[in-house]
C-alpha cells in the first residue's frame, strides 16, 4: 500500500510541477522537464570533472539537453590534464565527482593509487577502446596475421603475429596506456598474454609494472599518445575512441601514422569501461542530489542510444573545444558503429560504443571483481585473498543499491521501461561468460575469481 501512495503521490507532484511550469512561463524542453518530479536536492551548484575522451557522453549529454537542469541542477564541467589529478580534485572537494576510470574507485579504496573512499553507483558505458600500433610495426606484424581467401586480414587480431616482431625488436618497445588501474592496462596486458608475450609484473621494488617484461608498459595522457606515436616516444598503445581513430587519420610520410589492431569489444566482448565516482562521505552528505545527478546521467545515456540522429548530434556536440575536441569526422567512425582498422578496412561494429543498451549503466559486483583479479594477476594485490573479500571489497564501491533507487523514480515518471534495469532482488553478477567472450577463451564467472586466476599461464605469483 505504501509503494502505491508514493507512487501516486509522484504523480500529482508531477501534475504540480508541470502546471507551476506553464503557469510561470518557464520554456520546457520536449521530453525533458514535463516528465521529471524534480527532488528535494541538497545541492544546486555541482562542478564535475571529465577527460576528453568520447566515452564522457553521458555528462555531456545530460548538461547539453537539460537532463541535469530538468532536476534542479547546475551543473559545471570541466576537463581534466590527466587522472592523477581528476582523481586529487574529487577526493579534495575541488570536483563533486567525476567521469573515471572503472579501476580508479577500486583502486582508491584498495590502496593500488591514491588511497580514498570512491563510490560508484553509475557505469557509464561498455567497451570503446581500442590498440593502436605504428605503421611501420603493423606492417612487420601484418604477414603473421590470418587472413581470408581474398588477403583481406581476419578479425580479432591476436598478438601472437605481434610475438616476432617484438622478439627480433632491438632494444626497449614502448607502449602507453593511459593509467595503472585502468582498463585500457589490463585490456593490453591480457591482449599480449594471450599471445605469449609477457606484459610484465608490478613488484615491491617495480611499482611501473616491467619486471620479466617482453615489453615496456608505461601511462600517458589520451589525447597525447598520436603526437606520441609520431615522435616515437610510443610503438603502440591502448587508449579510448578518438584517440585510436586520430590515428587513422593523422599522417607521416603519407601513411596513416597508427594502425588499430583489436577493439576492447573483440578483447571482452561488452566490457565495462568508465564510471561515475564521487567519495563516500560526499555521497552520505548529499543523498538526494546524488540521486537526481543519477537520473539525469541514466536519461543521457538512454538518449545516446535511441537513434543514430542523436548520436550524430553527440559527435557535433563532443567535437567542441572544451569537451573532447576531435573533429567530427574522426569521432563520427565509433560513434556512428563503424571501426576503421587500416585504411580500407572498415568494420561495421554497432557496440564498440554502448552508453544505456545491455544494462550498461549498472554497477554490476561482477565488472568490480574482474578489475580485482587483474589487479592480483599482475602484482599490484600482492597477496592471495580468500572468494569472500573479493565480494566483499566489491560492495564497498559499486552501489546497485543506490542505482536501483534512482532507476526506480525514473520508472515511476515513466522515463524509463522496468525491462532497462535489473530485476529487484537482482544479485549484481552477469552470468559466467561464453567461450566467444574472451579473446583467449578463457571463462569468467565473478563468484569465483580465485578459480580465474588460477586459469591464467602468465600471472604473478
Not at 549484481?428 to 580465485?450: A, H, L, M, Q, S
Request: net charge negative; charged share 25%; proline share 6%.
Amino acid at each position: 500500500m505504501l509503494s502505491k501512495y508514493l507512487g501516486a503521490t509522484r504523480k500529482t507532484l508531477k501534475g504540480i510541477f508541470v502546471s507551476t511550469v506553464m503557469l510561470v512561463g518557464v520554456s520546457v524542453q520536449a521530453g525533458v522537464d514535463e516528465n521529471t518530479i524534480p527532488l528535494d536536492v541538497e545541492k544546486n551548484n555541482l562542478h564535475f570533472g571529465f577527460i576528453k575522451l568520447t566515452d564522457c557522453a553521458s555528462l555531456v549529454i545530460a548538461k547539453e539537453k537539460g537532463f541535469f537542469e530538468a532536476e534542479g541542477l547546475n551543473v559545471k564541467l570541466s576537463a581534466q590534464k590527466n587522472w592523477v589529478i581528476l582523481l586529487d580534485n574529487v577526493i579534495k572537494g575541488e570536483l563533486d565527482g567525476a567521469h573515471m576510470l572503472a579501476g580508479q574507485p577500486i583502486g582508491a579504496t584498495v590502496g593500488v593509487s591514491q588511497k580514498a573512499d570512491i563510490i560508484t553507483a553509475f557505469s557509464m558505458d561498455l567497451n570503446g577502446n581500442g590498440i593502436t600500433l605504428a605503421t611501420d610495426i603493423w606492417e612487420k606484424m601484418k604477414p603473421n596475421v590470418p587472413k581470408d581467401a581474398n588477403g583481406k586480414v581476419i578479425h580479432p587480431i591476436k598478438s601472437d603475429s605481434l610475438k616476432p616482431v617484438i622478439e627480433s625488436w632491438d632494444g626497449d618497445f614502448p607502449l602507453g596506456m593511459v593509467f595503472p588501474v585502468s582498463t585500457h592496462n589490463y585490456e593490453l596486458r591480457y591482449w599480449l598474454a594471450a599471445g605469449g608475450i609477457h606484459p610484465g609484473f608490478y613488484t615491491a621494488t617495480d611499482p611501473q609494472g616491467h619486471t620479466d617484461g617482453d615489453v615496456v608498459i608505461t601511462p600517458n595522457a589520451p589525447p597525447l599518445m598520436p603526437s606520441y606515436l609520431n615522435s616515437r616516444a610510443l610503438l603502440g598503445y591502448c587508449v579510448g575512441e578518438p584517440w585510436n581513430q586520430k590515428a587513422v587519420f593523422a599522417t607521416k610520410d603519407g601513411k596513416q601514422l597508427g594502425v588499430p589492431v583489436v577493439t576492447n569489444y573483440e578483447i571482452w566482448k561488452n566490457n565495462p569501461e568508465k564510471v561515475f565516482g564521487v567519495t563516500k562521505e560526499w555521497a552520505e552528505k548529499y543523498p538526494q542530489t546524488h540521486l537526481a545527478v543519477l537520473k539525469a546521467l541514466i536519461r543521457a545515456a538512454k538518449w545516446l542510444d535511441a537513434s543514430e540522429e542523436n548520436r550524430v548530434e553527440a559527435v557535433k556536440i563532443l567535437s567542441r573545444s572544451h569537451y573532447v575536441g576531435a573533429e567530427e569526422k574522426v569521432l563520427n567512425n565509433s560513434m556512428t558503429g563503424t571501426f576503421v582498422f587500416e585504411r580500407g578496412d572498415r568494420v561495421s561494429m554497432p557496440d564498440f560504443n554502448v552508453f544505456f543498451r545491455y544494462k550498461a549503466n549498472y554497477p554490476f559486483y561482477s565488472d568490480c571483481i574482474w578489475f580485482l583479479t587483474q589487479m592480483r594477476r599482475w602484482g599490484q594485490l600482492s597477496q592471495d585473498q580468500p572468494d569472500s573479500w573479493y565480494l566483499e571489497t566489491a560492495k564497498k564501491i559499486y552501489r546497485p543499491d543506490i542505482y536501483m533507487e534512482a532507476a526506480a523514480l525514473l520508472i515511476e515518471e515513466e522515463n524509463i521501461a522496468e525491462e532497462d534495469v535489473p530485476k529487484q532482488g537482482f544479485d549484481g553478477f552477469r552470468p559466467p561468460t561464453g567461450e566467444g567472450d574472451f579473446i583467449d577463451g578463457k571463462v569468467y564467472d565473478g563468484k569465483k575469481p580465485n578459480d580465474y586466476i588460477g586459469s591464467f599461464t602468465i600471472r604473478s605469483k
